[in-house]
């Protein structure tokens, strides 16, 4: 049920749909866990940063599945820190293989020849890109909004890889406009998004990405503590917090039309404010309650 925030916004609480593979991770694994057991695969294997929710996630289905899990880590100084990083040690607790390779070696990670080392490393495996996002996932993605959602004007939701709402533009009504708020910078995501888009009902909205991926402040660290002490609702600081900001200060600043009815997608991701809140404290900020 779409939480009611103002007259002309609501909140569609997909963070609520799983504890550990919440929001968008659980519909974009849904399809790819069926079609991996129909392939006869015994293995997933998938790629993440030190603060992954995608990895968090595909462990939690490894352990529910029965799957043995590989997760392939950006950065290999982390191999000495996963009891020091919340996500990390998570994923380890569920059985995840943690293999560690370098920022550079990861950029390789869609390439045939590094999916083939991996595969001489590690058996046969299903393979899922990092974030999660492919046709499987973006089919699964196309489930969030339901009939009942046919009414608003405008759907909003934080931008990856691209996937969530790539589902959300493929399964709109033609009176919608779907709004992406990017989490990082740059407009290569466009090019990622039309892959699977099938219509062209969507822009993206580059204004609030606060300096890039996982880049924060004290105005955000502000943001998300009273939205969170005024709704009761929690909003994690790298995609949904963004979007949230990014909604309300275009209702201020009346960039939607008076009697526009707007939902935005809570995507999930509360498990990185954990190491969200690790990184804080070393910053000497404030915590994210």
């Not at 503590?225 to 963004?242: C, G, H, M, S, V």
């Amino acid at each position: 049920m779409n939480i009611k925030i103002r007259d002309d916004l609501w909140l569609k609480p997909e963070y609520l749909n799983h504890k550990i593979i919440s929001g968008n991770k659980l519909r974009k694994l849904k399809l790819n866990i069926a079609k991996s057991k129909t392939m006869g695969y015994h293995s997933l294997l998938t790629f993440g940063g030190a603060f992954s929710n995608h990895i968090a996630a595909v462990a939690q289905v490894g352990k529910d599945y029965g799957f043995n899990t590989i997760g392939i880590i950006r950065g290999e100084e982390l191999r000495f820190k996963i009891n020091e990083n919340p996500t990390l040690k998570f994923a380890a607790s569920c059985g995840m293989r943690l293999n560690f390779v370098s920022r550079e070696s990861f950029r390789d990670k869609s390439s045939e020849a590094f999916l083939q080392k991996l595969k001489d490393e590690f058996g046969p495996f299903y393979h899922l890109p990092e974030g999660g996002t492919n046709d499987l996932a973006v089919k699964g993605c196309e489930e969030i909004l339901t009939a009942k959602d046919a009414n608003f004007d405008y759907i909003c939701c934080p931008v990856g890889t691209g996937g969530t709402i790539a589902g959300l533009i493929n399964s709109s009504k033609p009176h919608q406009k779907i709004l992406g708020f990017p989490a990082l910078k740059g407009d290569f995501l466009k090019t990622d998004i039309a892959k699977f888009a099938k219509k062209n009902n969507w822009i993206l909205v580059n204004d609030y990405h606060f300096g890039g991926y996982a880049k924060i402040n004290m105005e955000l660290i502000s943001f998300i503590n009273r939205f969170k002490a005024e709704y009761n609702i929690q909003l994690d600081p790298i995609y949904t917090a963004k979007m949230m900001y990014g909604v309300l200060d275009m209702i201020h600043n009346e960039k939607f039309p008076s009697d526009a009815r707007i939902l935005a997608i809570h995507t999930g991701g509360l498990q990185g404010i954990q190491g969200m809140n690790m990184r804080l404290q070393e910053m000497n900020l404030p915590l994210i309650q």
